[in-house]
């Protein structure tokens, strides 16, 4: 065993000098963003990316290693919205119990968790497109029963003023401060994913992806798997909800309403569902656009309404031409530079 | 007949049960309720309306829900602009009773534009990606958000209603006892002749179905795709064909039920996510890619909607999802599906 390379010591460094430059590079151009970017930028695009990002990559989890697309993502995300509005303190003083914030905030991620493993223990009774139905079924339900009942989740109306607490002084609805709190939270489930995606269970969970038989007959519990897929992805929707609710400093059943619902979907396959960072690709793609549709569409003369148009023929040219959405645009480029180089040299183009 | 005879030999307290409670209903429907039944569950005029109406909602439900679950059962494809081509259907049909106003006639019109569109989207779009479910369903996403967007455009966000032709507008007077008035003279309930007609026309389109299904030669084509589809194409049948036709019928279908929609309730952007909804329900209820699972689950989902309707309104939504929940747990396949 000696001619084998040798493990140069502490693993960290190597993992330290493993990232690749583009990975400093991005880090340290988010991390200085506040200096040279304005206010609506940072909390209307990049804040708002972050959040509808990481909701995304709760989907990502789901249909990229457990192979089961989701819809109903975005409506524990809400959940966990409504759970906060309701203990926590909102402008409806007579539904909410107006508990501190370190007890309202996990114990809406706790109950979120809950809904999306129930959804979880529900959809997986199911394979293939049937779990989209009845994911979106669910999503459906969701949204009209909050729009109804007016006891608990106020209705049509829903909860206003529901904003973050004041740790450490700082007001978090200002732009930079949201920022760099979407920006954390975002970065944390980014790499909580990617862990998880080289833990034991998230390997056999790439298995049952993979092959649900053959895993089932090497002894591993398929169902189980699978329902904790959810309880993982629920737990990333719930902050991703807390921080949409945040950011809207409302939660009305309209903030997981059908269309929205659609929109992380769309989100999802855009970025590309392989890999964790797509769906934060699509994510920014899709708030850019969002913002600055009317005025692309009044440039080339059409009226600025016409945003979810653009947004369809977007998604269906991405679906019909590349199903790994832009990410896998990427990969075949890459590809088809490395076919383009010498192998022997690694460099030059052949002839 | 003989798997009744099955049932009721394997289960016979289950079929005692069922016997009793349709026994139950009927007598419900036709005697004329003491006053202890009225104190209970209020006027029986109203349980009978909620009754009717649901009936009517379910044949509509029928309609949009049949072309999907029979599109689903052949190709395997969900097609989530199901609800678009609904809503399309509801608004050329109302564009054509506007003009010239027979309402009969904008029927064919529909059928033959919607299925057109039907047609091409099987043949440019779903055939490139046969195999691949999760893409098909992604490109319906897409075609939904276009689609929805484009009517919006051109028809704007105001609601609008097919009308009735005059020989079905009005009351009709049914043999159904509502009350009866302190003289002794039974008062029979009335109710709109449009809707009776559509409930009818549903099971008229709906045997038609089943007739065409069972007893025709594409019908035994359409079966045996439904079973192995690779197998039907290699003996030697041009399967691209049976999937154009269905697809075309499946989209003209929704498109015809867009009109009847249009006549008893109203057409407006997001009609459509609420029909797509209603079909995925009454689909997994039922049980995917059979008719008769389509007819039982529109039955239950429209009864349900309009009995909670009535008796619990905050929660009629809820109902519809706890069956289909319920369904799920205990019988993931739908009550009427076969198991694959």
């Known amino acids: ?46 804040g708002w990316s972050f959040i509808l990002g990481m909701i995304a990559l709760s989907l990502m989890v789901l249909a990229g290693y457990g192979g089961m697309v989701s819809l109903s993502q975005l409506t524990v995300g809400a959940s966990a919205g409504y ?98 709190l979407t ?56 902050v991703g909800g807390i921080l949409l609710v945040w950011q809207n400093a409302q939660v009305v059943p309209g903030t997981a309403g059908i269309p929205q619902v659609i929109d992380i979907l769309v989100i999802a396959v855009v970025g590309g569902l392989r890999r964790p960072i797509g769906p934060f690709i699509g994510a920014l793609i899709y708030a850019i656009l969002s913002v600055f549709s009317s005025d692309i569409l009044h440039a080339i003369g059409m009226s600025g309404e016409r945003f979810k148009l653009v947004v369809g023929l977007g998604f269906l040219a991405i679906v019909a031409f590349s199903p790994d959405g832009v990410l896998g645009l990427w990969d075949k480029y890459q590809e088809r530079r490395d076919a383009n180089r010498d192998p022997l040299t690694g460099g030059g183009r052949r002839p | ?72 059962g052949l190709m395997r494809n969900v097609n989530l602009a199901h609800g678009s081509l609904y809503l ?47 893409r098909q369903t992604l490109v319906t996403i897409g075609i939904s958000i276009v689609l929805a967007d484009l009517m919006l455009w051109y028809w704007g966000g105001q609601s609008y209603q097919v009308l009735s032709p005059p020989w079905l507008s009005g009351p009709m007077t049914l043999p159904f006892i509502s009350a009866i008035r302190s003289n002794g003279e039974a008062i029979y309930l009335s109710y709109p002749q449009v809707r ?29 795709g439904v079973d192995d589809r690779d197998i039907l194409a290699a003996s030697g049948v041009h399967i691209q064909y049976v999937f154009l036709a269905v697809f075309g019928f499946g989209a003209g279908l929704a498109g015809i039920a867009g009109i009847i929609g249009g006549t008893f309730q109203s057409l407006s952007p997001g009609e459509d996510t609420r029909f797509l909804l209603a079909s995925l329900v009454v689909v997994i209820v039922g049980g995917m890619g059979s008719i008769p699972g389509a007819a039982l689950g529109a039955l239950i989902i429209g009864l349900a909607e309009q009995i909670g309707l009535v008796y619990a309104p905050t929660y009629s939504v809820v109902f519809t999802f706890l069956i289909m929940a319920v369904v799920l747990a205990f019988r993931p396949q739908g009550l009427l599906g076969a198991r694959r």
């Open chain 2, 196 to 224: 009776i007609a559509i409930l009818f026309a549903a099971i008229v389109i709906g045997i038609a179905m089943w007739l065409v299904l069972n007893r025709s030669r594409l019908g035994m084509l359409i079966r045996a």
């Open chain 1, 83 to 180: 759970v906060v509005a309701i203990l926590g303190t909102s402008g409806v003083t007579q539904i909410s119990l107006g508990w501190p914030w370190w007890l309202h905030i996990p114990i809406a991620i706790l109950i979120a968790t809950l809904f999306g493993t129930l959804i979880g223990a529900l959809a997986v009774r199911t394979e293939g497109i049937y779990t989209i139905m009845i994911t979106l079924a669910i999503a459906a339900a969701f949204f009209y029963f909050t729009r109804q009942n007016y006891v608990i989740f106020n209705g049509y109306t829903g909860f206003n003023n529901v904003i973050p607490p004041k740790w450490f002084d700082i007001d978090w609805r200002q732009s930079v401060p949201f920022y760099y």
């Open chain 1, 183 to 238: 920006l954390a939270c975002a970065t944390l489930s980014y790499f909580a994913v990617v862990w998880m995606s080289r833990t034991p269970f998230g390997l056999a969970l790439q298995g049952v992806r993979d092959n649900p038989r053959r895993m089932s007959a090497l002894g591993f519990s398929v169902t189980a798997h699978r329902i904790f897929a959810y309880t993982f992805a629920s737990v990333i929707a719930a």
């Open chain 2, 88 to 134: 399309l259907g509801g608004y050329i049909g109302y564009g054509v009773v506007d003009a010239t106003g027979y309402w009969l006639l904008a029927f064919p019109v529909v059928f033959i534009v919607v299925g057109a569109l039907g047609l091409l989207l099987q043949h440019q779009v779903f055939r490139r990606m046969e195999g691949q479910e999760l």
């Open chain 2, 1 to 72: 007949m003989s798997t009744l005879q099955n049932f009721s030999s394997r289960h016979p307290i289950g079929t005692l049960v069922v016997l009793v409670l349709v026994i139950g209903f009927v007598w419900l429907i036709i005697a004329p309720w003491p006053p202890g039944l009225e104190h209970a569950l209020g006027r029986k005029r109203i349980f009978l309306n909620a009754i009717l109406s649901g009936t009517t909602l379910g044949a509509l439900y029928f309609l949009v829900a049949s072309g999907f679950t029979l599109v689903f």
């Open chain 1, 1 to 46: 065993m000696t001619d084998v390379l040798p493990r140069t010591a502490p693993g960290r460094l190597i993992l330290l000098e493993r990232i690749p430059p583009a990975v400093w590079v991005l880090g340290a151009l988010l991390l200085a963003m506040p200096a040279f970017a304005s206010n609506f930028v940072l909390y209307q695009i990049f």
